[in-house]
């Protein structure tokens, strides 16, 4: 079995663009949503699921400021 993947390393980084590029593909369908639907029902569904989004992105971001900052670290005490 080879090496876990580990913060801020190649395996890491690309889980976190792989959530991203999942996060747009959602917004676009969710976008598709709103601009073909009328019913008030599935509006207010897809609001809850934009903002669900968002607190995800904001999530995604914060792992991707964190692994930045591990591989700084570890840059800079030589352990890269």
């Known amino acids: 079995?080879?090496?876990p993947a580990q913060v801020g390393k190649y395996e890491?980084?690309?889980q976190v663009a792989r959530l991203r590029q999942a996060?747009?593909?959602l917004r676009m369908?969710?976008?598709r949503i709103l601009?073909?639907?009328t019913s008030p029902a599935v509006r207010a569904l897809v609001a809850q699921a934009a903002l669900d989004l968002s607190d995800?992105?904001?999530g995604v971001n914060r792992l991707d400021e964190i692994g930045r900052n591990t591989a700084r670290?570890?840059?800079s005490d030589g352990r890269v």
Do not use: C, F
């Open 1 to 3: 079995m080879g090496t």
């Open 12 to 14: 890491y980084h690309a």
């Open 23 to 25: 996060g747009g593909s």
């Open 29 to 31: 369908a969710l976008r």
């Open 35 to 37: 601009q073909e639907s």
């Open 56 to 58: 995800m992105e904001d």
């Open 73 to 75: 670290m570890e840059a």
